[in-house]
């Protein structure tokens, strides 16, 4: 997604799970000429406030982060 609307032209920001191992996850293998084209901000997601520094000046945020076949999520979306 990130390289997709780089190349688009948009301005782009990443918002990444934080880790000792200073790795950006699937953002590491980007292409050359898409990396140093966006913005990267380490996090975590459950973090209000440091979600919302990151995502600051930003006109849509697409939210990737959920975790998907979780058999608890579906009988209490809310938790």
């Known amino acids: 997604m990130t390289e997709a609307l780089v190349r688009k032209g948009y ?10 191992f200073n ?3 699937w953002l590491d ?11 990267v901000f380490a996090g975590d997601i459950r973090d209000p ?3 919302r520094i990151a995502m600051e000046g ?3 945020v697409l939210h990737l982060a959920a ?3 979780i058999p608890y999520s579906y ?3 809310d938790t």
């Open 67 to 69: 975790l998907i076949g």
């Open 58 to 60: 930003c006109d849509a």
């Open 11 to 20: 301005e782009t920001k990443a918002f990444v799970f934080y880790n000792s």
């Open 29 to 39: 293998h980007c292409v050359s000429e898409v990396k140093g084209q966006f913005e």
């Open 49 to 51: 406030h440091g979600v």
């Open 23 to 25: 790795s950006w996850g």
């Open 75 to 77: 009988h209490s979306p």
